[in-house]
């Protein structure tokens, strides 16, 4: 690359008008060991930004462990879950009488009882009576 | 995402992301610490989004606001105790090299910019973004990368030719 030319790139370069392509012409340019005079100031500019370019982070990264039960398993596991759950609640629901109805059942069967046990009285009311008016008679 | 596919998109990138992160926070190790961070995080990330219009400048944009946050946190007085141990030891070392070790004087100069021009600096001229994508990345509009990067460039270039001025005048 001519001089001219390299001085019409670093003015752009400096005015950040160049585009990448030209930036890196001037970056080849600059790795060379002869360049002119006048452009000596701006060399270790461009040594620089290429050797910053090759710094690499030299540490193996990790991704996380629970590969096997990724974020997607996991919802899948989640709404399974949850299925699980108001299957579970529906189906004792169905099975298990509510405590409302065991009152109720307990209370039907004592009301009953006490029924029977109303009419046993009645009828040995009716024996008394009948026990008096006989009576009666027998006295009259 | 399958793993297959999110290490395809992530390994190219990884050396841009700790070179970013680096020349926020100094230190390689806390570098390290941050692409390993973004990673996990764009991961997890790759999990819930199916596809990625551009997934190195999204993992590039996440790499800086990381970095940002951990510069805010509490642990950024260590970070500043690193970055000022860090001069430090440059001066000395400067000291000791020749005064015209030129590519020590590069580095200085662009570790004194300001934090934005320096950013955009390492994303143009070391990482080759086009001005678009820097921009995205540092959230501004490309017109003002633009700007802040003629900005950046002029001042080295002020500061190389004073200095090379004076290794010719005392030399």
Known sequence: ?140 | MTDAVFLSLIQPIEDKLFRLSRRYLISNEEAQDAVQEVVLKMYVHTQKVKFFQNFEGYAMRMARNYCLDRLKSKQAATLRLVHRAETIDRNNLDRKLNDNDSLEWVDKLSQNLPQQQKMILQLRDIEAYDFDEIAKIMEMNPGAVRVALSRARKTIRKKLIEIHNYGIQTG
Request: aromatic share 14%; proline share 2%.
């Open chain 1, 1 to 140: 690359m001519e001089s001219k030319q390299v001085k019409i790139l670093l003015d752009k370069f400096f005015e950040g008008n160049t585009t990448l392509e030209e930036e890196h012409l001037l970056e080849i340019y600059f790795q060379q060991d002869e360049i002119a005079e006048s452009f000596l100031p701006f060399q270790s500019y461009f040594i620089h930004t290429r050797s910053l370019q090759s710094v690499t982070i030299n540490k193996k990264l990790s991704l996380p462990k629970n590969t096997f039960f990724s974020a997607k398993k996991q919802r899948i596991a989640s709404i399974a879950a949850v299925g699980l759950t108001v299957f579970w609640f529906t189906v004792s629901n169905f099975t298990q009488p509510a405590i409302e109805e065991l009152a109720f059942s307990t209370f039907k069967e004592n009301m009953f009882l006490m029924s029977n046990q109303l009419n046993r009285a009645e009828q040995d009311i009716t024996y008394v009576n009948y026990i008096y008016s006989t009576s009666d008679q027998l006295k009259k």
